[in-house]
């Protein structure tokens, strides 16, 4: 009777830690689109990334780049101050979105341009995305605007 009941137990626990893992592969697999990667126009530029992959490219959108096209097509290009990479995007560009602001878009490159699907814009005159603070600094450009200068 009591090799029965230890044998149940271990099926039991066997079989949960079976549903377990296939509820973590499930969730993985689910979530597999969700997951975008960030990268500076620098580093799109020193490896780029496979065709068809989906990530969010940010910066500083160049000054004179802005470029309308027929209907909401709209060409750009975002920098990092050391690599500059083209965009194209075919949509109605948030208001705040201008020439020397920061922005970070959502897509794909094609070629050496990159398509976005999104592009998002700062929300007031010192904010600047996250990602492009950090790759930025990475890059030794940043000065923050909240920082005073010494007396």
Avoid at 13 to 21: E, H, P, S, Y
Avoid at 23 to 48: C, E, H, K, W
Avoid at 101 to 120: I, N, P, S, Y
């Amino acid at each position: 009777m009591k090799g029965l009941k230890k044998q149940r137990r271990i099926q039991v626990i066997l079989l949960a830690v079976v549903a377990l893992i296939a509820a973590t592969g499930l969730v993985g697999y689910a979530m597999r689109d969700g997951i975008n990667f960030f990268r500076s126009p620098s580093q799109v530029v020193q490896a780029p990334p496979p065709p068809g992959e989906v990530f969010r490219i940010g910066g500083l959108v160049v000054e004179g780049s802005i470029r309308r096209g027929e209907g909401t097509e709209v060409s750009f290009a975002v920098t990092d101050t050391n690599a500059t990479v083209p965009v194209r995007y075919s949509g109605i560009l948030p208001d705040l979105f201008g020439e020397g602001q920061g922005m970070v878009a959502l897509g794909r490159m094609e070629g050496d341009t990159f398509v976005a699907t999104e592009v998002l814009a700062k929300h007031d005159e010192t904010y600047m995305p996250k990602e492009v603070v950090d790759a930025l600094k990475e890059q030794g450009v940043y000065v923050d605007p909240k920082a005073r200068p010494e007396s």
